[in-house]
């Protein structure tokens, strides 16, 4: 079965700090693993994801397999970082986009 | 573009009550999911249409719900009748191709209250 876990509710941080949101994942094959985030008051939306392996605005994760772990990291929080996210993994095959429970951003200035 | 697009915005309704939701995807995507989201839960599929096939409906509760694509573009998603636990934010999106690895773009979603 797949399992997506956040462990953390809510995440405050000030403004310049690092921030790491954390994900790990339960899933015996190989994952694909996303990060969506909700902004107040706007849909949720792909931040990223791991196959392309970019930066989108400052953030970055890295796919861990070996700790099953897939955690957001941004070197310097900012005020508009503030935000849901949500882990999501998708399995292989015809399986669905299974998302954790999300986290809760608030940049503190 | 005005991306998915979802309506009624909220509902309030009493229990037992029928209610139907509306979604209309982007131009051209192809998949269409519905998710529902509980009160401090992530999303959960409860449906994925490629067209207007229902290719995963198995978390669909079908005593109750149900959903239809009729000529692979809007979909509604209906419940009848509706119970007190139903009160959440049902969710729709859409995606360029199935799978469920294109990227999805989502709706604002439907609040619903049910009391």
């Known amino acids: 079965a797949q399992r997506v876990t956040q462990p953390e509710k809510l995440l405050s941080v000030f403004k310049g700090a690092p921030v790491e949101l954390k994900c790990n994942y339960s899933?015996?094959?190989?994952?694909?693993l996303f990060w969506y985030v909700q902004y107040s008051r706007q849909r949720l939306q792909l931040l990223l994801r791991?196959?392309s392996r970019e930066s989108i605005k400052g953030f970055t994760a890295d796919l861990n397999k070996g700790e099953t772990s897939f955690h957001l990291k941004k070197p310097f929080a900012q005020e508009e970082d503030s935000a849901m996210y949500y882990c999501?993994?998708?399995?292989?095959?015809?399986?669905?986009?299974?998302f954790g429970k999300g986290t809760r951003l608030s940049v503190i200035a | 573009e005005a991306g998915v697009v979802q309506s009624p915005r909220y509902k309030i309704i009493e229990k037992k009550q029928p209610v139907v939701f509306w979604c209309n995807p982007i131009?051209?995507?192809?998949?269409l999911y519905w998710y529902l989201q509980n009160l401090g839960q992530g999303p959960e599929l409860l449906i994925r249409?490629?067209?207007?096939?229902?290719v995963d409906d198995s978390q669909l509760p079908k005593d109750r719900f149900s959903a239809e694509r009729l000529k692979g573009v809007d979909s509604t998603l209906k419940i009848q009748p509706a119970e007190l636990g139903d009160s959440a934010v049902y969710l729709c999106?859409?995606?360029w191709g199935g799978g469920g690895t294109d990227t999805q773009y989502f709706g604002p979603g439907t609040r619903l209250t049910v009391l």
């Open positions: 999501a993994l998708k399995g292989s095959g015809n399986t669905p986009l299974v």
């Open positions: 899933y015996s094959g190989s994952p694909e």
């Open positions: 999106a859409s995606s």
């Open positions: 791991h196959i």
């Open positions: 131009s051209g995507h192809n998949t």
């Open positions: 249409y490629e067209n207007e096939e229902a």
